[in-house]
């Protein structure tokens, strides 16, 4: 399958920092890459959908300004958590959707530890 | 009505038993529901999937039965190993450009 990677894998930042994770789609293009977050034995949570070259549709609830997302390239998108605070510690992972087929390609999750 | 929901949210199963999932949906919209396998520590990997025009889809151990009109979807694994021990998730998707609907999850774990 197509292979999605993610950057840092895990990353401790001290509270009121920002932390910038990275997704890249490393064989194929990506139009649109989705950026979830996910708790402990809870299922994944769409936080928003990012779309190359233009802004990021955000799901109710998820505060554009805290998660600065960025789509620049085909191949890349950024989730920035800005102003880090212990409750924004979680699991975030990045899909890229494969041209065509549609079908989604997961990274491997940055886990974020605030302190 | 955009939820999927999914159970049981544990199992434990021997060596060589058949594990099976449930997932249930209510948007008749949905047009694509794959099942992924997620490891501690690790994103979710794609399985398999199926659309709702086809009624069973095996691939190697794992087979997906889907019900249309109950709306319902199963994911079953023949002969499965600890190897199998994993968290699964169910999703829904309305069409190609859609997001993803994830179930609640089903923390697997099959005993030697």
């Known amino acids: 399958g197509a292979v999605v990677s993610q950057h840092p894998s895990r990353v401790i930042c001290k509270s009121g920092t920002s932390v910038k994770i990275e997704c890249r789609s490393l064989?194929?293009?990506?139009?649109?890459m989705f950026w979830y977050r996910q708790f402990p034995k809870q299922s994944l949570m769409l936080m928003a959908t990012?779309?190359?070259?233009?802004?990021?549709?955000?799901e109710q609830g998820v505060e554009k300004d805290k998660f600065l997302i960025n789509h620049a390239s085909l191949t890349l998108s950024t989730l920035t958590v800005t102003s880090a605070h212990p409750e924004d510690s979680s699991f975030y992972i990045c899909s890229a959707r494969y041209p065509n087929t549609g079908e989604l390609f997961f990274g491997e999750g940055s886990r974020l530890t605030v302190l | 009505q955009q939820q999927v929901k999914q159970s049981p949210q544990s199992l434990i199963v021997q060596k060589g038993g058949i594990p099976i999932i449930n997932c249930a949906y209510e948007?008749?919209?949905?047009?694509?529901f794959p099942w992924y396998q997620q490891f501690p520590g690790k994103g979710p990997a794609l399985l398999i999937a199926i659309r709702p025009d086809v009624s069973e889809k095996k691939e190697g151990r794992f087979t997906i039965s889907f019900n249309k009109s109950a709306k319902q979807f199963s994911l079953h694994i023949m002969d499965s190993q600890p190897g199998d021990s994993a968290t699964y998730f169910c999703?829904?998707?309305?069409?190609?450009?859609?997001?993803?609907?994830f179930g609640q999850g089903t923390e697997l774990s099959v005993k030697p």
């Open positions: 064989d194929f293009q990506a139009t649109t």
């Open positions: 948007n008749t919209a949905f047009d694509y």
């Open positions: 990012s779309n190359e070259g233009s802004k990021a549709t955000y």
């Open positions: 999703a829904a998707r309305v069409n190609q450009g859609g997001k993803l609907i």
